[in-house]
Structures are given as C-alpha cells and as structure tokens.
C-alpha cells in the first residue's frame, strides 16, 4: 500500500516563497508513471497544477503557474518537491499530490492519479 504525505503548506503574504514536499511510503514513487500536484480552493473543483514523468523526466504546469512553480524529485528520498515562488492570492488552496498510475499524456486528468495524500494548506494572503 502507498501512502503519500504532503507537508510544507502554510500562510504567507504575496510574493513570498514556499517549498512543499510529498513523500512517499510502501512503494517507490518511480513505480508509477510521475506524479502531480493538484489544488482545491473552496467552492471550487480540484484543478491541476504541476507533474512530473519519470520518463525522460519531463514535466508539466498550468498555464497559471507557469515561470513560478517548479516540480522536481529526489528519488533517493521518495520525495516529490512543488517549489512555489511569487505567490499570488489566487494560489491560495489545499495542495495535494498523486501518483500518475495510468498512462496517458493528458497530465492533467485526476482519472489518471490514485493514492492522492490528505493535502496541505497554502494560504497567501496580505
């Protein structure tokens, strides 16, 4: 059984900086095809954030992010990183990380993550 734990959320004040982190138990996260962040703010559907494949080590982000977040790995450490850096108010969210199971090159489809963890807080706010 895989069990994944996101850390590293918190509140902060636009333009700031946070690095949160999924790690991973039972099971190499290099088992499954990569791993994506998603966000949930309130009232609204989990959207798609960032991912990253194994192959080739290609990685992918919305639009919204896109020159601010940055997705990488330490496989040494089963850990999957989303640095966030110019942190806006509309990046307020619970974050949550999945590992990519099924394959497909629509990176942003949650049909294709299982395993998702429990999410961490990420509010910006002035």
């Known amino acids: 059984q895989v069990q994944l734990v996101e850390s590293g959320g918190g509140s902060v004040r636009p333009g700031d900086s946070l690095r949160l982190s999924c790690a991973a138990s039972g099971r190499t996260l290099s088992s499954s095809y990569g791993v994506g962040w998603f966000r949930q703010a309130p009232g609204k559907e989990r959207e798609f954030v960032a991912a990253?494949?194994?192959?080739?080590?290609?990685?992918d982000y919305t639009d919204s992010v896109k020159g601010r977040f940055t997705v990488s790995s330490d496989n040494a450490k089963n850990t999957v990183y989303l640095q966030m850096n110019s942190l806006k108010p509309e990046d307020t969210a619970v974050y949550y990380c999945?590992?990519?199971?099924?394959?497909?090159?629509?990176?942003?489809?949650?049909?294709?993550?299982?395993?998702w963890g429990q999410g961490t807080q990420v509010t910006v706010s002035s």
């Open positions: 990253i494949l194994w192959s080739g080590g290609m990685t």
């Open positions: 999945a590992r990519k199971v099924y394959y497909s090159t629509n990176y942003s489809q949650r049909h294709n993550y299982a395993n």
